[in-house]
């Protein structure tokens, strides 16, 4: 029970788990890496106006149009309702920035239609982070940072990105 059912991606618990194993990679190998929060936006208007079906194919459908924007190795989760997590290895922030508008543009670009839902245009809002150099127990921090820039991104209008700090470990002493 590690893929979601829905949108055929990692589930919370499981991309929790890859966040947490890439950061210790990424602290052993000295890369960084990055991570995006992203929401789909107003996603409760589509529920509330074409019903849930229509809701479950714009996840889907969204789901499958973000696997297509990352590279082989990176790693992407459903968070929970409209929410999702990719883990970028060997990304800083300014190649996650790339991968951001290119969800961005694969969302937005091609509006998503079917049975039951006329043609919808999807925007979202996304946080964008970086670690380098900090180990797994810093995954709940590095979420929070990228939930922190999300919730920018939402409060500055949606349909953007916002960039984040990017986390490095305290001086040594």
Known sequence: ALVDGLTHLWNRGAIEDILRREL???????????????????????????????GDLVLAGAAARLRLCC??????????????????????????????ERFRSALHETPFAGDNLEPASVTVSQGVVAA????????????????RALYRAKSAGRDRIVAGETLKPPPAS
């Open 24 to 54: 210790e990679r990424s602290r052993r190998d000295g890369n960084s890496l990055a991570l995006i929060f992203l929401d789909l936006d107003h996603f409760k208007q589509i529920n509330d106006s074409f019903g849930h079906a229509a």
């Open 71 to 100: 590279r082989p190795f990176d790693a992407l989760g459903r968070y929970g309702g409209e929410e999702f997590l990719v883990v970028l290895p060997h990304a800083g922030l300014d190649e996650a920035m790339i991968v951001a």
């Open 132 to 147: 380098s150099g900090v180990g797994e127990s810093a995954a709940g921090e590095l979420i929070a940072a990228a939930d």
